[in-house]
């Protein structure tokens, strides 16, 4: 009972075997960049507050 060896080369790597690394780095940069607050728009002031209404608390002349 011999040992039977196949030798043959494998299929190459598929795009994706190539490349993932590379596309989940550039992925992570752009969500990192995202929650990072840097997605653009102009970011407008917060408003400032109004005055309200007060209430005098000087006593008045009445009469």
Known sequence: MGVRYVVSEPDPPTWWAKNKAAVYAVV???VGFYLAGGGGGDAQPAPAPTPGPTI?????ATG
């Open 56 to 60: 005098s608390t000087t006593p008045t």
């Open 28 to 30: 992570g940069l752009v």
